[in-house]
């Protein structure tokens, strides 16, 4: 496992996803190529198969997937979908 | 007035504001998945779940495709854990060694090797991470029978770098070494054609010097006739036939080493036993099979240390060593021989006896250098070289655990390296004990047959002093003696007669006479058929070699006879 630098990090992300299906896939892709390109080695992205891992949905409150969650910086926001609408993500990422 | 609670409006706006997102990402298609909020368990959308059933289609069609590839190719393909466990082998792995399927799934690899090859494995591993450079090895099948392969392999890790385990491709070589040793053999043949007009020249000048002496030694018997006083006459012969004498029997003796080294040359591969030897009397008996091409061309050097002996089949190394002699003499031009220089050397490095043959010749261009040792790569005229001395070399010496390299510089020369494993165990060198005949041995009666008058003559001369022989040329003839009861304390026979043979004689006394048969000692000439061979691995008989000298044939019978005398009657010896 690579060393966790979380305290380091300014953005803390999970993703929710259900497998390889078509918009979790693009999901990932989205979320991987805004955070690379906004926030370069400042963020942890932690990617969640729910097919693998069903009970981590409750921690979350999670309702369908993808759903992708910043846990920080606070408050808690949650963005739903393919993640395909880069500048409303960027908002929803960067916004307070 | 109830107080509004400020946090409450702000959870439930943003629990509306996800499920408005929620609701336009389930419009627009986005969501796979839906979680049920009893379960928490993720329910697939139906886009999503053909999605996935496509691509999982998908997977399982390519899967089918690699599947096919590997079960139809026609080396044995095995995938294992880091621990080298089998996880996977492919139909061709199995049907190689006899199993099923599923048979060797979970066993170690290293089950179905000898330990010498797991240790080849593990160094490669060590030295490389895997076998990287195909090794050859042994397999066991599942009968017991050994599968000769060649075994290359893959670390296998993940994108972290984990180490997963191993794919190792496997092919079955069998057929390919069975090729190899009749080339083996073939080169043999072709390294006694080249050899043979050397070694008759060889063995003409020492022959011609036994029968000029022999002449000699007649004459002056002759003129001992003619002589007027006696005594006189006959002391003086003896002085003068007493040099002439050991001349020729010099001379024989070294026809005899000669013949003792090409009796390798006849030895097949199937008996092959790996002796402790020493590299420095296989030497000295390749160059004395080379010497009629050497000495025309060099001088021959030789600067050997004491080294200790190798673990190695005699009669291959004979093989290498006079490839490497021939190849560094051939490298030199004829006939100035005294500006040429062959060197030969031993010594020690590490764990290993280096041997080390170099010549003063033209040495070998930079560009050729990486393909001598390939077979049918060649320098030499057609017909001169078949291209396969240098690689049967390596092939042997790899063989044998040891490596042969190679270091030249144009215009200096060049040197073919030996290295070879030290033997791990060396026998006692206490030679066994020799005890003459004495006075007070009892006369013994022994028969001899043999179908070669001149030896027959030999043994009674040497024997008669000391016991009563009875000489026979036919294996007939002495089954008749002893079916009349005539008994031998020893019957010294020759194996190879035409008529009948030692072999027939041995097998008949069976019934006529068992304890005449207990009493037969073979005398062999060292190169047998096939038939001969196997006789004399399954039944508990002597042989004696020949040629033998007088004082070892005498010795010999006194000791089977005092072995004889102390087997039959439970008194001590004196």
């Known amino acids: 496992m690579p060393p966790i630098a979380i305290k380091k990090a300014s953005l803390v992300l999970r993703l929710y996803v259900a497998g390889s299906a078509p918009n979790s896939v693009r999901a990932i892709r989205n979320a991987q190529a805004i955070c690379d390109a906004h926030f370069a080695s400042r963020y942890e992205l932690e990617i969640v198969d729910l097919l693998e891992h069903p009970q981590r949905a409750f921690i979350d409150g999670i309702i369908v997937t993808p759903t992708l969650i910043r846990l920080l910086p606070l408050p808690v926001q949650k963005v739903v979908g393919s993640l395909s609408d880069a500048e409303q993500l960027l908002l929803a990422l960067a916004g307070s | 007035m109830s107080k509004v609670d400020l946090s409450s409006i702000d959870q439930l706006t943003q629990r509306l504001a996800e499920a408005d997102a929620t609701i336009q990402a389930l419009l627009s298609k986005e969501i796979d998945a839906v979680v049920d909020p009893r379960t928490s368990s993720p329910l697939l959308l139906s886009n999503a779940q053909t999605a996935l059933r496509e691509s999982e289609k998908g997977l399982r069609k390519s899967e089918e495709q690699y599947r096919q590839i590997v079960e139809a190719t026609s080396d044995g393909i095995v995938k294992t854990d880091p621990t080298t466990h089998v996880v996977f082998a492919n139909r061709r792995f199995t049907e190689m060694l006899g199993y099923e399927a599923n048979e060797v799934v979970g066993s170690s690899l290293f089950n179905l090797m000898g330990e010498h090859d797991q240790r080849a494995l593990l160094q490669s591993r060590r030295e490389l991470g895997a076998v990287k450079d195909a090794m050859d090895i042994e397999l066991r099948h599942k009968s017991g029978s050994d599968v000769s392969v060649s075994v290359a392999e893959t670390l296998l890790s993940n994108e972290a770098g984990e180490h997963l385990g191993y794919l190792l491709v496997v092919r079955d070589v069998t057929e390919q070494k069975k090729l190899q040793s009749q080339l083996l053999v073939s080169d043999r043949m072709a390294s006694v054609g080249t050899l043979a007009a050397g070694v008759a020249h060889e063995i003409n000048n020492p022959l011609a010097a036994v029968i000029a002496n022999l002449d000699y030694i007649a004459e002056q018997r002759g003129r001992l006739a003619a002589g007027v006083h006696p ?344």
């Open chain 2, 231 to 574: 005594i006189q006459a006959y002391d003086s012969f003896l002085s003068e036939i007493l040099a002439p004498l050991e001349d020729a029997a010099d001379a024989a003796r070294r026809v005899r080493l000669i013949v003792r080294d090409l009796k390798v040359f006849s030895r097949s591969p199937e008996e092959e036993p790996r002796g402790p030897i020493s590299v420095i009397k296989v030497l000295d008996s390749a160059v004395r099979m080379a010497w009629n091409e050497l000495r025309h061309r060099a001088r021959l050097v030789k600067d050997y240390e004491p080294v200790p002996a190798v673990e190695v089949n005699e009669a291959r190394l004979v093989q290498v060593f006079l490839n490497l002699l021939v190849n560094s003499t051939q490298a030199l031009p004829e006939g100035s021989a005294e500006r040429n220089q062959v060197s030969i050397s031993t010594r020690v490095s590490g764990d290993r006896v280096v041997v080390e043959v170099s010549d003063t010749g033209g040495g070998i261009e930079p560009s050729i250098i990486s393909r001598i040792f390939d077979p049918f790569f060649t320098t030499k005229a057609v017909g001169v070289g078949t291209g396969l001395g240098l690689a049967i070399c390596r092939r042997l010496v790899t063989d044998m655990g040891g490596e042969l390299s190679v270091r030249s510089e144009l215009g200096e020369g060049t040197i073919f390296r030996v290295a070879l494993p030290i033997a791990s165990h060396i026998p006692s060198l206490i030679p066994p004990s020799r005890r003459e005949a004495t006075a007070n041995n009892r006369r013994a009666k022994i028969l001899v047959v043999d179908d070669e008058e001149l030896i027959l003559r030999a043994v009674e001369r040497i024997l008669s002093k000391d016991h009563d022989i009875v000489a026979t040329l036919s294996a007939s003839d002495a089954l008749a003696r002893c079916a009349r009861g005539d008994n031998f304390d020893l019957i010294l026979c020759d194996l190879m007669m035409p008529d009948k043979t030692g072999m027939d004689l041995y097998l008949e006394l069976e019934s006529v006479s068992p304890t005449q048969q207990e009493h037969i000692v073979f005398l062999t000439g060292g190169a047998f058929t096939p038939k001969a061979r196997d006789f004399l691995a399954a039944t508990p008989v002597e042989h004696i070699e020949k040629p033998f000298e007088a004082s070892n044939l005498r010795a010999f019978v006194q000791r089977y006879l005092r072995a004889q005398a102390g087997s039959n009657s439970a008194s001590p010896e004196p």
